[in-house]
């Protein structure tokens, strides 16, 4: 059975570790990093342990997965050892592949990834670049890899995972709205959850935004008059906005 090494124990690391260990949990090694969560990991999971340091980590494991902050990962490899054997998955955004590439060298299978916190219930759907078999087969398990062959389209997709913030934003914003005609917080904070959490589910499966947009949008309804007001934000600029800033920090 493959052993997991994971090198950076944040939220997208423990996210990774809740989803593997769901059923049928594969040997995971943990970086003391982040101790509390990695000890939290391994009590709650018995095929979960903590390394003294980072090089155990990489010893003890076949597939190293960096999870580390994006100006540590060059310090953080530089102190390490890799074998040809290792398949190594950077999880971390703007660190190009030709540079973990050196840095883990004489290992030279690498790949990145983009996985979000939905890995841990083993929803997520994970942009991997290049379609390194160790690393489809980890986010296969954790809900669907999307294998990429080329840094354009991995990038892209990068890009369009910094979505999520604006739409907690236009949540919040309606939420306040509700507060500002006479609803508790509480109440219109739950209320609007609660709505878009229903309506998610319609995005379980094959999807066709036009065909949902349609369902809820009727003619003539309060649907259409609000997206009619509203307007299209530039979504297509401000992306385009966030991937130059990847491109450029990744040259």
């Known amino acids: 059975m493959t052993?997991?090494?994971?090198?950076?124990?944040?939220?997208?690391?423990?996210?990774?570790?809740?989803?593997?260990?769901?059923?049928?949990?594969?040997?995971?090694?943990?970086?003391?990093?982040?101790?509390g969560t990695a000890s939290d990991l391994a009590a709650r999971f018995e095929t979960v342990t903590v390394a003294p340091d980072n090089q155990a980590v990489v010893d003890g494991s076949d597939v190293v997965v960096i999870a580390v902050l994006p100006?540590?990962?060059?310090?953080?490899?530089?102190?390490?050892?890799?074998?040809?054997r290792h398949a190594v998955v950077s999880v971390v955004a703007g660190v190009s592949l030709e540079d973990l590439t050196t840095w883990v060298a004489p290992a030279s299978r690498v790949a990145r990834a983009v996985p979000l916190p939905a890995v841990a219930r083993r929803e997520?759907?994970?942009?991997?670049?290049?379609?390194?078999?160790?690393?489809?087969t980890l986010f296969d398990v954790l809900g669907g890899a999307i294998a990429v062959e080329d840094a354009?389209?991995?990038?892209?997709?990068?890009?369009?995972?910094?979505?999520?913030?604006?739409?907690?934003?236009?949540?919040?914003?309606?939420a306040d709205w509700l507060v500002s005609k006479g609803l508790s917080v509480a109440d219109a904070r739950g209320y609007v959850a609660a709505t878009f959490a229903g309506a998610s589910e319609s995005l379980r499966g094959p999807v066709d935004f036009a065909e949902l947009i349609a369902e809820v949008a009727t003619p003539g309804g309060l649907n259409e008059q609000?997206?009619?007001?509203?307007?299209?934000?530039?979504?297509?600029?401000?992306?385009?906005g966030v991937l130059s800033r990847l491109t450029?920090?990744?040259n």
């Open 226 to 240: 609000f997206a009619h007001d509203l307007g299209l934000p530039p979504v297509a600029v401000a992306l385009d």
């Open 3 to 35: 052993t997991y090494g994971v090198l950076g124990v944040g939220s997208i690391a423990a996210a990774i570790v809740n989803g593997l260990c769901a059923q049928d949990a594969p040997p995971v090694v943990l970086s003391p990093r982040s101790a």
């Open 71 to 84: 100006g540590q990962v060059e310090s953080v490899l530089a102190e390490l050892t890799f074998a040809e």
């Open 124 to 136: 997520g759907r994970t942009p991997v670049f290049p379609p390194l078999p160790e690393a489809v």
């Open 248 to 250: 450029v920090a990744e």
């Open 152 to 174: 354009t389209t991995y990038e892209a997709l990068t890009a369009s995972s910094a979505t999520v913030a604006a739409h907690f934003a236009f949540l919040g914003a309606i």
